[in-house]
């Protein structure tokens, strides 16, 4: 397994432009970086995202104060609600520190990840960091994306070779069932951490590092528990538990769902392989449209061309940046592609429901 690194690959750089070959290569991307330079929208909002994160702590300790307060009441369990969405709010600050987005500063980043990712949320930076890593590195490819790795679900029609019984019956349903899975992935997001923390081949790159991640989750756990049980009765503490971790997996999913399903795959391209950084990140990435709402709510995600160009990029000159890379797609002759809200998940959940047909057909 590759090792992890302290903040996410950031091809945004001129070095990386001139190491890009294949199809294209740093020809094509060149003149966009140094546009996007020379509009200053690489330089770090600090002063942004303080004010962001300052904002989510209030907000956090508002609804354990309301926890307090309400004690052991049904009606408590309608701040589950608000605290999933903040826990979405407190996902993607820890995204965007795994990407240096926030600071120059490694060690800035990396702090900020810690705290947002292995405390408050209880999912392993190191493990995010390196899977994500490859994600950004080579999207969509089904080889190299571990994101599109056939596993719960299947996202080209080869993957669908032996897939029997229960994992059979998943595959031929999986655009259907796509969303209630999602409600796990807030759950699963806490156990592929600790798994990674007691696998021998985990990306943790020294003893130090693993135990810090370790104590941090087990804090997140503690805290946690300590928050629900102090406040609620255990039956009141369960549901409060399951509704805000299903409630957070499902904001996870849409905002992460229609940013590369149902888009190009490399690997069923005979140049695939060989595009430079423009193609590949343009090609397999969707956008998609809206304004301050939805900007709130995907965390930035909406714009993910641009996000995928330009790695650390921050978030909020992200929508500053989409004329010129629009701009520079039409000139090269690249499709940039951007849809509605439900047309995004229309396309996402039609290639799912497409590459389960062979399955259908065949029951």
């Known amino acids: ?20 070959g294949g199809r294209g290569g740093a020809s094509e991307f060149a003149p966009l970086l140094r546009t996007i330079k020379e509009q200053g929208l690489l330089e770090r909002r600090a002063g942004w995202y303080a004010r962001g ?9 508002a609804v354990v104060a309301g926890l307090v307060l309400l004690g052991p009441s049904w009606w408590a369990l309608l701040l589950a609600v608000p605290l999933a969405l903040l826990s979405a709010r407190v996902a993607f600050v820890g995204h965007d520190a795994g ?22 949320l ?3 930076q190191e493990w995010w960091n390196d899977k994500h890593n490859r994600h950004h590195a080579n999207p969509n490819h089904l080889d190299k994306d571990p994101d599109v790795a056939a596993d719960i679900l299947v996202f080209a029609q080869h993957q669908t070779t032996g897939r029997a019984g229960f994992r059979g019956w998943l595959t031929r349903h999986q655009a259907w069932l796509f969303f209630p899975l999602t409600t796990l992935e807030g759950i699963a997001l806490k ?6 923390l007691f696998s021998k081949d985990g990306p943790y790159r020294t003893r130090r590092e693993r135990l810090v991640e370790g104590a941090l989750l087990l804090a997140h756990v503690v805290l946690y528990m300590t928050l629900l ?7 009141q503490a369960l549901v409060f538990a399951l509704i805000h971790q299903m409630l957070l997996g499902l904001h996870l999913g849409l905002a992460f769902a229609p940013n590369h399903k149902g888009m190009e795959m490399p690997d069923a391209h005979p140049d695939g392989d060989s595009w430079g950084h423009l ?11 809206g304004g301050f709402l939805t900007d709130w709510f995907l965390g930035g995600l909406n714009y993910q061309i641009e996000h995928h160009l330009f790695p650390s990029m921050p978030r909020p000159h992200l929508r500053l940046a989409q004329p010129a890379v629009r701009a520079h797609c039409r000139t090269v002759g690249i499709p940039y592609t951007e849809t509605g809200f439900v047309e995004s998940y229309r396309q996402a959940l039609g290639h799912l429901h497409e590459v389960g047909e062979p399955l259908r057909s065949a029951a």
């Open 99 to 120: 990407h240096a987005q926030i600071s120059a500063d490694r060690r800035r980043n990396r702090t900020i990840q810690l705290v947002h990712a292995n405390l408050l």
């Open 122 to 124: 209880g999912m392993s």
């Open 53 to 61: 994160m300052t904002v989510n702590f209030l907000s956090l300790a």
């Open 229 to 235: 049980l102090t406040t609620l009765t255990v039956g």
């Open 279 to 289: 193609r590949r990140q343009v090609l397999t990435s969707r956008n998609i449209r």
């Open 1 to 20: 397994m590759p090792q992890a690194t302290a903040t996410l690959t950031s091809p945004d750089r001129s070095a990386a432009a001139r190491r890009d």
């Open 191 to 196: 156990v592929y951490g600790f798994q990674a």
